[in-house]
């Protein structure tokens, strides 16, 4: 069993190994079926729906990286949509570094950098194509609604309501 500890960073999504994750997460999507990367979208790209790096940067937004012996292995970014609502965007783990809870740490800090933000809740989008992103969003009290974004590539819209009972712990 891997045992190494994983350390995270809050980074801008402009670094060189945010968007060597960013490109892998885009690549592995188009591998299982999307016309093509959310990370690199086609000419004529629509606002609204595709995600500009400073969104993803302060003051409402943050980039997380996980590092794995400083080796960049798992990122996830949040921005913010209006008061009170925060957006989970771009999480992705790269093959080797997946079954070891990375992903699900990344999800409660964002969290609780929305909570720093004052938002009291989160949205998220993804794809039939990630059904391990599907669980565990249900895992971790997502819970699904209609669409919020027009966003014609998701099949799964999420809401989260974190003023709730039974929300993640913070991170000492």
Request: glycine fraction near 12%.
């Amino acid at each position: 069993m891997h045992t190494s500890p994983i350390r995270f960073r809050r980074t801008s999504p402009d670094t060189p190994e945010a968007v060597r994750l960013l490109r892998a997460y885009g690549a592995e999507l188009v591998g299982r079926g999307r016309p093509f990367s959310p990370v690199e979208p086609p000419a004529g790209r629509r606002p609204g729906i595709w995600v500009e790096p400073h969104e993803l940067e302060p003051p409402g937004g943050a980039f997380l990286l996980a590092e794995d012996r400083g080796v960049a292995v798992a990122c996830g970014g949040l921005r913010t949509l209006a008061p009170g609502l925060g957006e989970v965007k771009r999480m992705y783990v790269v093959p080797g570094a997946r079954r070891r809870g990375i992903a699900r740490t990344i999800l409660f800090e964002l969290e609780r950098i929305a909570r720093e933000l004052g938002h009291g809740r989160v949205r998220l989008d993804t794809n039939a194509v990630q059904p391990e992103a599907v669980a565990l969003y249900h895992a971790t009290g997502y819970r699904e609604i209609a669409d919020y974004n027009g966003n014609p590539f998701a099949t799964h819209w999420f809401e989260k309501d974190l003023n709730a009972a039974g929300q993640a712990p913070r991170r000492a």
